[in-house]
């Protein structure tokens, strides 16, 4: 009988990593920009989840439990990396796995991706969030432990610099 529920519990953890192994991966890829810390990170997060998955009440739990597991462990690693710099072996300009790109210049694309990867840990963690999944400034808020007034404050801000940032580089 024991078998039983432990095969059960385990299914469960199977099909929810594969539901959201994209999700984690990706949020932890745009705040780390580093695939092997952003593997590490998301490796961290399943961890936890099979130890937590008990407490978690519904589909929705889950995936917000994921989403600032996933940000708070990208965040830690972020921290461990500026107290011991590493120098990335593959610098290479990764396309984003969870999501199709939309047809547009590439240039501008990865000229933005390397403008987001340069902000600090906490304004990337937003913007990701905010536009990478969809998330209202509210629901960061609760992800990330912060009032609403901070998430729309970190948004007008770091939007503002990334259009002047751009404005230069396409000068």
Do not use: C
Not at 1 to 29: E, G, K, P, T, Y
Not at 51 to 56: E, N, R, S
Not at 117 to 126: G, H, K, Y
């Amino acid at each position: 009988m024991q078998a039983n529920i432990l095969s059960a519990h385990d299914q469960a953890f199977r099909d929810l990593m594969l539901d959201h192994q994209s999700m984690v991966f990706s949020i932890a890829l745009r705040i780390l920009n580093d695939r092997f810390l952003a593997e590490e990170a998301a490796q961290d997060v399943f961890l936890e989840l099979h130890a937590q998955l008990p407490k978690l009440e519904s589909p929705d739990h889950i995936a917000n439990w994921l989403r600032r597991a996933a940000v708070h462990r990208s965040i830690d690693r972020l921290r461990q990396r500026e107290r011991r710099p590493e120098v990335a072996m593959d610098a290479v300009d990764l396309p984003e796995p969870a999501a199709e790109a939309a047809p547009g210049d590439p240039l501008l694309s990865r000229q933005l991706r390397q403008l987001v990867a340069s902000l600090p840990a906490t304004q990337r963690a937003v913007i990701a969030l905010r536009y990478q999944e969809d998330r209202t400034p509210e629901e960061i808020a609760e992800l990330l432990g912060m009032p609403v007034a901070t998430v729309k404050s970190h948004l007008r801000r770091t939007l503002q610099l990334l259009r002047e940032k751009l404005t230069r580089v396409l000068r």
